[in-house]
């Protein structure tokens, strides 16, 4: 439940370039975790720039009750790099306690068109053919669609160890309540064709690379809802 909500996607299939350039807004958001529309957990979700690139930057904990059967607070960061025109997934790494060394770590070397995943105590070399994209710095790739009018994309999505085929594609502007207020949303739909869950985002029109909301649904179950509270 704690992992990364989040979500991606490309101008067409298997583009990499897009028309016009996103500028770039750093953030420091806070959400609330709710599951079966209880409160379980509070999230940070950050976007920072540097000389290099982008770094995407998650943390999560459970509150209340909830904290008494889980006291793990996962940190997970996204690096992003410029390659041209645009910038490209370059590392990941995922810490089950923040205090410890990454449980999972990727190095994407698209030089050599192959990423190093280190993962449960096991490392592998697996090739590049199509962007990638994660849980964080699909983010930034729903604010590029949104930006060119996009309106889908299908590109490899990097989760559990490897690469899976993923689609985003846009829902369309929608109403949505937020603390009170009704704002103008955009909506995204996040799918891997053959697997039983998906994602939603939503985005305010002001800053299209910061989600307001974040749903995942998985068949069978209850949805977990990750949702705006404010910036720091």
Same mark, same amino acid.
């Given at each position: 439940?704690?992992?990364?909500?989040?979500?991606?996607?490309?101008?067409?299939?298997?583009?990499?370039?897009?028309?016009?350039? !996103?500028?770039? /807004? #750093? +953030?420091?958001?806070?959400?609330?975790?709710?599951?079966?529309?209880?409160?379980?957990?509070?999230?940070?979700?950050?976007?920072?720039?540097?000389?290099?690139?982008? @770094? =995407? &930057? !998650?943390?999560?904990? $459970?509150?209340?009750?909830?904290?008494?059967?889980?006291?793990? %607070?996962?940190?997970?960061?996204?690096?992003?790099? @410029?390659?041209? *025109?645009?910038? &490209?997934?370059? /590392?990941?790494?995922?810490?089950?306690? @923040? $205090?410890?060394?990454?449980?999972?770590?990727?190095?994407?070397? =698209?030089?050599?068109?192959?990423?190093?995943?280190? /993962?449960?105590?096991?490392?592998?070399?697996?090739?590049? %053919?199509?962007?990638?994209?994660?849980?964080?710095?699909?983010? =930034?790739?729903? $604010?590029?669609?949104?930006?060119? *009018?996009?309106?889908?994309?299908?590109?490899? +999505?990097? /989760? %559990?160890?490897?690469?899976?085929?993923? *689609? !985003?594609?846009?829902?369309?502007?929608?109403?949505?309540?937020?603390?009170? @207020?009704?704002?103008?949303?955009?909506?995204? &739909?996040?799918?891997?064709?053959?697997?039983?869950?998906?994602?939603?985002?939503?985005?305010?029109?002001?800053? #299209?690379? !910061?989600?307001?909301?974040?749903?995942? +649904? *998985?068949?069978?179950?209850?949805?977990?809802?990750?949702?705006? %509270?404010?910036?720091?």
């Amino acid at each position: 439940m704690y992992k990364t909500l989040a979500a991606l996607l490309l101008l067409t299939v298997c583009s990499t370039g897009f028309s016009a350039e !996103l500028p770039i /807004r #750093p +953030f420091n958001a806070e959400y609330t975790l709710y599951k079966s529309g209880l409160k379980v957990g509070e999230a940070t979700l950050s976007l920072d720039k540097n000389d290099n690139g982008l @770094r =995407w &930057r !998650l943390t999560s904990e $459970a509150t209340g009750v909830y904290a008494l059967f889980n006291s793990k %607070k996962p940190l997970s960061v996204s690096i992003m790099e @410029r390659y041209g *025109k645009d910038f &490209r997934l370059a /590392r990941i790494q995922l810490f089950i306690t @923040r $205090a410890e060394q990454p449980a999972e770590s990727v190095h994407l070397n =698209w030089s050599k068109q192959q990423a190093n995943i280190k /993962r449960e105590h096991t490392s592998q070399f697996i090739a590049l %053919k199509n962007t990638v994209y994660d849980y964080l710095s699909i983010h =930034w790739l729903a $604010a590029q669609l949104t930006i060119n *009018k996009g309106a889908h994309s299908v590109f490899d +999505f990097y /989760r %559990k160890g490897g690469l899976v085929q993923s *689609k !985003l594609e846009l829902i369309g502007q929608v109403e949505l309540d937020l603390n009170g @207020r009704v704002q103008t949303m955009t909506k995204y &739909r996040h799918s891997f064709p053959g697997a039983s869950n998906s994602y939603e985002y939503y985005y305010g029109i002001d800053n #299209p690379s !910061l989600p307001l909301k974040i749903e995942k +649904f *998985k068949k069978g179950k209850t949805s977990s809802i990750m949702l705006f %509270k404010g910036l720091n």
